[in-house]
């Protein structure tokens, strides 16, 4: 009276989706299977094709198709600015900033000592040998402003500091178009903090 | 400096999925890369293997791995009982109130004349040749009472009704454990309506 065992093993295999529970993954199985089994095709050779394809890039950490990615490569970036993010769509979203062109170092992921990970599971070693190359000269910290992204911001200052290196952080404030009303009075009180003069 | 193309090839792909849009689609890919790349290839098979075994059961319609579903098979149900549900999560549903031991229609959508589903796209007349099979005694409409589900309801019973078969609904009513001061109108007037002999 069940069912088919290779329809449970679609359900069971889509909740490793993040975000993905039981009740989504039996959804999203019956739709694919009955609308949409062309998009359930293209879905399985793309996963199948970047997992094969796809490595780190040597210098910034992120995924590339290539041992060196192409925006390392570049001679059109600023080699002298090293900007670390935590994450690959941290650093999407300070390119579409178009008010960066340095070059990135992607930790994939932050401190987190209660989940096991540490300066070593990080790979802080290789951060630190890539600011060190003799070219960087400032290190732009865009971790998150979470207690994570916070302890790894300062745990890497401390680690490059000693090195000779500037060091900086992302400014916190009031988003564009903030109005003070509707701030928390954390982050109010952060703009005022790092007020700068006019 | 755009990203690897099978990386934006798994995202667009990842897309496909029901209720995933541009930013859920990037975060998932970089989880599965990054964390679960197993759950990818796991994945992967598994859409590549449900696509290549799973048809329509020839007489409930739903999904299964053999002409006919072990549900249909079963000697021990009624088949005098056809309990017509719009998808395999309805069916699924039923099954577990464990109050039903009939057999099963699966119409896999619900008339909706602006998406161009008719009669004829829900395939109702494989609907009426598996009601009229001469076992069949009594029609359970189990559709949803929503205006689709209503119409559909509506007009397989119109189809069938000629056919001597007896044709029933669902009942509508207050939820088990239902409070009418907290029970929507039209809800409780439809208790009222169906009222039964106590």
């Known amino acids: 009276m069940t069912q088919p065992s290779s329809l449970d093993e679609l359900i069971e295999a889509l909740r490793c989706l993040p975000g993905v529970g039981p ?3 039996q959804r999203m ?3 694919l299977l009955q609308r949409d089994p062309r998009g359930a095709e293209r879905l399985s050779a793309a996963l ?3 997992l094969k394809t796809l490595r780190r890039c040597n210098r910034c950490n992120t995924f590339t198709e290539d041992e060196v990615c192409d925006r390392c ?3 059109r970036r600023d080699s002298s600015l ?6 690959p769509v941290d650093l999407n979203t300070m390119e579409q900033t178009h008010a ?9 992921g932050h401190l987190s000592p209660l989940d096991g990970v540490g300066p070593k599971e990080l790979g802080f070693d290789r951060l630190l040998a890539r600011a060190t190359d003799g070219i960087v000269r400032e290190v732009v910290l865009a971790t998150n402003f979470t207690n994570e992204g916070e302890a790894t911001a ?3 200052s401390e680690m490059l500091h000693p090195r000779g ?3 900086s952080r992302i400014a916190r404030g009031l988003p564009v178009g903030g109005e003070l009303e509707y701030s928390d009075a954390a982050t109010v009180a952060q703009a005022l903090m790092e007020r700068r003069d006019y």
Chains 1, 2 share one sequence.
């Not at 960066?100 to 994939?108: D, E, K, R, S, T």
């Open 23 to 25: 009740k989504s993954a």
């Open 29 to 31: 199985a019956y739709y």
């Open 48 to 50: 199948d094709h970047a």
């Open 73 to 75: 490569r570049s001679p």
């Open 82 to 87: 090293l900007c670390v993010v935590e994450m």
């Open 100 to 108: 960066f062109n340095g070059l990135y170092y992607v930790l994939m």
């Open 154 to 156: 300062h745990y890497i």
């Open 165 to 167: 290196l500037k060091i």
